[in-house]
């Protein structure tokens, strides 16, 4: 506790990049040793989450002074929040679904037309069911769990913004 009203906005922005590098090595291992297929809504947190983990490491090493951090804790803050958004929603379907589409939406252009799906198939193919709930920790699924951890992001994030405040 004592290490987070300490934290420094650097060490905020490393912990958001290593929390994501290590986040997506456990979906990765999800995906290819225990055998999920992420969905096209877990495609979309995984791309928000490297998305805040690498601006995050652009920032903590880049940044040099607090107008920079703040830039760069925002737009991490910013592709967060949208994570989180779109982990909220697969919450909410999982607890409400939707009569006729998996997802809540159609998504088979993100089978078919998406760039990422085409550049890296490996990492952001999302071909697996909304819906299902194969896997779980604590009683809470992968949505939920990855709603957490861009709540831990977001949380770090602040907590490093506040350091950036002047005094």
Do not use: K
Not at 10 to 26: C, I, P, Y
Request: hydrophobic letters at 55%; proline letters at 6%.
């Amino acid at each position: 506790m004592i290490l987070l009203t300490r934290l420094t906005p650097r060490l905020a922005l490393a912990l958001v990049a290593g929390f994501a590098a290590v986040a997506m090595v456990g979906a990765l291992y999800l995906q290819y040793v225990v055998g999920l297929n992420p969905c096209p809504l877990c495609s979309l947190q995984r791309m928000a989450l490297i998305l805040a983990g690498v601006i995050a490491l652009g920032g903590a090493l880049l940044a040099r002074g607090r107008g920079a951090q703040r830039g760069f804790i925002g737009a991490s803050a910013l592709a967060a929040t949208a994570g989180a958004g779109v982990a909220l929603w697969h919450v909410w379907i999982l607890i409400d679904p939707p009569h006729s589409l998996s997802c809540g939406r159609p998504f088979q252009w993100f089978h078919d037309e998406f760039p990422l799906t085409t550049w890296l198939p490996r990492l952001f193919r999302g071909d697996g069911d909304c819906l299902s709930t194969e896997w779980s920790l604590l009683g809470l699924g992968i949505p939920h769990w990855s709603l957490v951890g861009f709540g831990v992001v977001l949380v770090l994030l602040v907590l490093g913004a506040r350091a950036t405040a002047p005094r």
